[in-house]
């Protein structure tokens, strides 16, 4: 959990926010959750679905997206760097909140 509010503050580097927060967990998590909404869409319950398909994937990729955006900010290093991981996550997230 510290991690998280870690992330969320942009008190992580930004290779760890974007690689292993984004990329990496961000993945896992919307690939996990989306085979859980398939599987209960296959069980009959629509509404189950849609509360672990989008209740839980969405507040993450929010959490991941704001985290890689502050962390950003604070990269002391080249501003192309900082720029291309804000604009990645964002489609990243977007993504794969939409599909």
Known sequence: MRKLIALWSGDLALDEAFWTWTVTVGLLVNVATSILFLVLVLQDQPLAAVLVGYGLS??????ATVGVWRSAARYGGPSLHADLARIVSVILMAGLTLT
């Open 58 to 63: 969405v507040p993450y990729n929010i959490v």
